[in-house]
């Protein structure tokens, strides 16, 4: 009963502000007053990047291009996935090439009997390539988010117009000479 009328006086609440919100809108229709018009936003390529830097997505948040930083962290996410599954493979060969090496009777392998000296190898060889890869796409994405940043920031207010017309005119150049001219205007 109670939590009923909570819900009650809070519907009431909402209603009571639409309407007063409703009215302070017709006041203001029909009431001259100068528009104040809010700026244009104009995003700072150095702001985007620097952000961008320092935390993978936040340039493209400043931007107001949300979508693009959820992509980001997707992509930080498998990245990271991927960097700590192949840092944990090459370790676990990393240690079975070494105690096979060693020849130590304590040590415990845990390919002992399934996969030879020489296949460890290999696969410890394989992970670490896998790793330095992961690395570096990890590494280049990371500069390519900064550097896509810095662009959208410079194309952010770029003018698409409809008025792209192309004129082919005739010219007289100063020393007399006659010929086209081939004028675009944007």
């Known amino acids: 009963m109670m939590f009923q009328k909570i819900i009650f006086l809070l519907l009431c609440c909402l209603s009571l502000n639409t309407t007063q919100a409703q009215d302070s809108l017709s006041q203001q229709t029909t009431t001259p007053k100068s528009v104040v018009l809010k700026p244009r936003f104009e995003p700072d390529a150095k702001k985007a990047g620097l952000y961008s830097a320092l935390i993978p997505g936040m340039g493209q948040i400043y931007n107001r291009q949300y979508w693009k930083a959820s992509i980001i962290y997707v992509g930080l996410g498998v990245a990271t996935y991927f960097i700590?599954?192949?840092?944990?493979?090459?370790?676990?060969?990393?240690?079975?090439?070494?105690?096979?090496?060693?020849?130590?009777?304590?040590?415990?392998?845990?390919?002992?009997?399934?996969?030879?000296?020489?296949?460890?190898k290999q696969y410890q060889d394989d992970s670490k390539k896998y790793l330095d890869m992961t690395?570096?796409?990890?590494?280049?994405?990371?500069?390519?988010?900064?550097?896509?940043?810095?662009?959208?920031?410079?194309?952010h207010n770029f003018d698409v117009s409809k008025d792209v017309s192309l004129h082919i005119s005739p010219i007289v150049t100063p020393n007399q000479t006659i010929g086209m001219s081939l004028v675009m205007n944007f």
């Open 84 to 120: 700590i599954k192949n840092n944990n493979d090459y370790n676990r060969y990393r240690k079975a090439y070494v105690s096979r090496l060693s020849n130590n009777p304590n040590s415990t392998d845990e390919f002992k009997g399934i996969l030879s000296t020489e296949a460890i």
């Open 135 to 155: 690395v570096l796409f990890t590494v280049i994405g990371y500069a390519g988010q900064v550097m896509e940043a810095i662009a959208a920031a410079h194309l």
